[in-house]
């Protein structure tokens, strides 16, 4: 075996351990993402741990050495704009006004007014979730998923909300604009004006156990997340 093929071996083992442990890092240790003729680390950390890797990784795939970083990210499909400029959403995930996208690159903050700004190699850019009250000591949230399943998937859709104490999940639900109750406040009776049909049901899920009848009466937690899901009856 000559010596040539014996390294090309070795090259070869070597790779295999760099990808098999590259594999399972989460989101704040992600490779860089492949940019132009060269490789270019620019990474995306996501500071409160709310995204998958998956979805971390998505949006990595578009970031480029010589293009801005709203550029970027309006090109990857997964983060929308308002008007203002401001970040919209993020992977369908929308905040409620007490709270506002976070950036930052280079563990610098940006103002909506400087995602214009270019990125380079080896840039980093940070993802949080932020109050927009500067007296705010803490960022205490909880989340409203809402799963249209494949009978209305439009509907679907996340909201990071305000947390308050001691609320539980009928307090969360009637706190918003687009969630009814029935009249006796323990059932569900639409969500977005869309009321469930005789072969169909609204299921409700806390952390991803399904509320029994009283279940409304649940207390939650900072971070906790209800799902209202349409199924099948």
């Known amino acids: 075996m000559g010596n040539s093929f014996k390294k090309a071996i070795v090259f070869i083992a070597v790779l295999s351990v760099i990808l098999a442990g590259c594999d399972g890092s989460k989101s704040k240790d992600l490779a860089g993402v492949a940019s132009g003729e060269g490789f270019s680390p620019i990474l995306i950390s996501e500071k409160d741990d709310f995204f998958s890797p998956d979805t971390i990784r998505d949006i990595e795939k578009y970031l480029e050495q010589g293009i801005s970083i709203r550029e970027c990210l309006k090109k990857s499909g997964i983060v929308t704009f308002a008007e203002d400029g401001s970040i919209l959403s993020i992977s369908q995930v929308s905040l409620s006004s007490a709270f506002a996208w976070g950036i930052e690159l280079n563990d610098k903050k940006l ?60 307090d969360m639900l009637m706190g918003t604009d687009f969630v009814e109750l029935t009249v006796n406040k323990r059932m569900v009776h639409s969500v977005k004006g869309y009321v469930s049909k005789s072969v169909e049901k609204w299921v409700i899920k806390v952390n991803g156990k399904e509320l029994a009848e009283d279940g409304f009466d649940m207390k939650l937690s900072p971070r906790d997340e209800v799902e209202i899901k349409l199924d099948r009856a």
Do not use: C, F, M
């Open 111 to 170: 103002g909506k007014d400087k995602l214009d700004t270019v990125l380079k190699e080896n840039d980093e850019l940070g993802i949080s979730i932020e109050p927009t009250d500067p007296k705010a000591k803490e960022v205490k949230y909880s989340v409203l998923k809402i799963n249209g399943g494949t009978i209305q998937p439009s509907i679907s859709h996340t909201y990071i909300l305000p947390y308050a104490e001691n609320e539980n999940v009928r």
